[in-house]
């Protein structure tokens, strides 16, 4: 069966027994229906949450596919549940673009799905429409200040960095016009949409610790300049107040369940390429309130989401892993080896041998913050017990426990080895997160040292952009916020192309946007893509209803 099939014969508890498992009263329960709820802020306890084990996944660098992170986590969480552990999964919320694009879904795959899978893949709680609206919201105060004399502020419309979202890939909209058809449309300017897990907002969210430091955080979004260089933010709009009101349930999180029953909580969902590719900190920190293990994951490579998990979350939030759980695939090491992706399916050992360096250097990252990771080998069909073993063995000879993870088509049962590997590593965690910098370190010191340490680069380089944006940044005395590097998710450098692991490069930085908000900078690096175009064939092609209401082709 597919995924949808695999969903859809599933027997989904009723949400007030999925919160019991967690001691939550049904009367705390904000109820979506039969199977989905909002939680209350008030359910995080700090106290609490430092009992909790918080076990980060994440992944070596992936193929365009994916290497299965959020199955992997979810499939860990119910092999953890299932050997005794009080366990929840913390996950990111899908965005409806890769839905209707390429990707499909983002629930998991198989046996190690959270549902109900169309909800969560669809509207769900309209999480992602609060933070579309907000955002928009903000754009046209914007767009009203510069039109309006009254309360006009001076805004350069030249300088204003603000532009709209939509939840939907459309690469029509990247660069657009407005205001056009004379005066009373508005001033004609340039602009362009991204699509909304690439809002600011959405990063925002997701870093806020509660309902006032989401409104300082929405204060402080950095707009543009007035035309004698004064600089905007959306307080000097008076746009907070509207902006949070929006958000009221938004910022709540999401209760939902796995395929087998265990608690499930998703919010939020940032991108990992261009912002923290995590979860939010208030979904984290209630996991943690309510479990004896939270599995989390960060999106794309360890390069990306692992390194701003730990580098801006974490810090930010006091919060540290005890176990990092790194997803590799036989194909995946095979690519980074030079296979062809059509050959990805036949056995390879001397092309999985040359790309086990991949793997090794998001180990060795790893272990550079402080903190043990375990191989969970995600297996399909076409693996071959000798590439399997052979890595297996390669990590035990590094001292790292490397063990296979067939959760997509066993689940919690599949997940169970993996995860007596997980409790093992945690329950011996007594080290301190070591981050890759320190805050107080200059912009290119901070930049550097991402590059260096947790890339590979020998150096970095800057172009006439972003050498205007650091003097920008010292203006704004925003300095002292950490960074998050906007790069290639396929590559350890800049250039996609590079796989393996690429020694001695150049970082190329060709400008840094001011995240002031979210509260950190973003050094972009070749070309970053905020509105997705669909593909040739989108699966939204072979999506649809019938005449019951049951849908098909969702995956």
């Known amino acids: ?18 919160a019991a498992q967690l001691s939550i ?17 008030s359910l995080i306890n700090k106290e609490k949450a430092k009992k909790s084990k918080l076990i980060l996944v994440t992944a070596i660098s992936p193929t365009p596919a994916g290497e299965g992170k959020t199955t992997m986590s979810i499939g860990l969480a119910q092999g953890l549940s299932k050997i005794g552990k009080k366990t929840v999964a913390v996950l990111r919320e899908p965005s409806l673009g890769p839905v209707f694009g390429i990707k499909g ?18 509207h769900f709680t309209g999480d992602f429409a609060a933070i579309e609206k907000a955002h928009n919201l903000l754009a046209a105060l914007i767009d009203n200040n510069i039109q309006s004399k009254k309360n006009n502020l001076g805004i350069d419309p030249r300088t204003v960095l603000w532009k709209r979202v939509m939840d939907m890939n459309d690469r029509a909209l990247r660069k657009v016009v407005i205001g056009m058809g004379g005066t009373a449309n508005g001033m004609m300017r340039e602009t362009g949409f991204d699509i909304t897990a690439a809002s600011e907002i959405m990063a925002i969210l997701c870093l806020a610790e509660n309902l006032p430091d989401l409104k300082t955080k929405l204060g402080n979004i950095f707009i543009g300049f007035t035309y004698d260089k004064k600089p905007i933010f959306a307080r000097d709009l008076d746009a907070p107040g509207a902006m949070a009101t929006l958000l009221k349930d938004a910022i709540k ?13 998703l919010h939020g969902g940032p991108f990992a390429n261009i912002a923290q590719g995590t979860n939010s900190v208030i979904a984290t920190r209630m996991g943690m309130s309510l479990s004896e293990y939270t599995v989390t994951e960060a999106g794309f490579g360890a390069d990306l989401g692992a390194e701003k998990f730990l580098d801006i979350k974490c810090v930010n939030a006091g919060l540290e892993p005890s176990a990092v759980v790194v997803v590799a695939t036989v194909r995946a090491l095979k690519y980074h080896g030079g296979m062809p992706l059509s050959d990805l399916t036949t056995p390879g050992l001397d092309f999985l ?9 998001h180990l060795e990252n790893i272990r550079g913050f402080n903190l043990t990771p375990v ?12 590439e399997k073993k052979w890595i297996i063995n390669h990590c035990a000879s590094l001292g790292i426990k490397a ?14 080895q993996l995860a007596h590997a997980v409790v093992e590593v945690a329950e011996n965690h007594g080290g301190k997160l070591n981050p890759t910098y320190k805050r107080t370190d200059s912009v290119e010191d901070k930049i550097a040292a991402v590059a260096t340490k947790i890339y590979g680069a020998s150096h970095v380089e800057y172009g006439s952009e972003a050498l205007k944006a650091l003097r920008r940044i010292a203006q704004l005395g925003l300095g002292q916020l950490p960074i998050c590097i906007a790069k290639t998710q396929y590559s350890f450098s800049d250039d996609p192309k590079k796989i393996g692991r690429p020694r001695d490069f150049t970082l190329t930085v060709r400008d840094i946007e001011i995240a002031a908000g979210a509260g950190f900078l973003v050094p972009i690096t070749g070309e970053i893509m905020r509105m997705p175009g669909l593909p040739a064939t989108p699966a939204a092609n072979n999506i ?4 019951d209401g049951k849908i098909s082709g969702l995956f």
């Open 1 to 18: 069966m597919n995924d949808i099939d695999i969903a859809r014969a599933a027997k989904p508890l009723h949400i007030k027994n999925i």
């Open 25 to 41: 009263s049904e009367d705390q329960l904000i109820p979506y229906g039969h199977d989905k709820a909002k939680l209350p802020l």
């Open 105 to 122: 879904g983002a629930a998991g795959g198989g046996y190690a799905q959270v549902i109900p899978m169309e909800d969560i893949n669809l």
């Open 253 to 265: 999180p999401n209760l939902v369940q796995t395929i087998e029953g265990t608690p499930a909580i």
């Open 353 to 361: 041998k040359k790309g086990i360096v991949n793997l090794e250097k």
């Open 375 to 386: 191989v969970a080998i995600n297996t399909f069909v076409s693996d071959s017990a000798e």
């Open 403 to 416: 063990v296979e993870a067939n959760v997509w088509a066993k689940g919690g049962e599949g997940g169970a």
């Open 544 to 547: 649809d209803i019938d005449d």
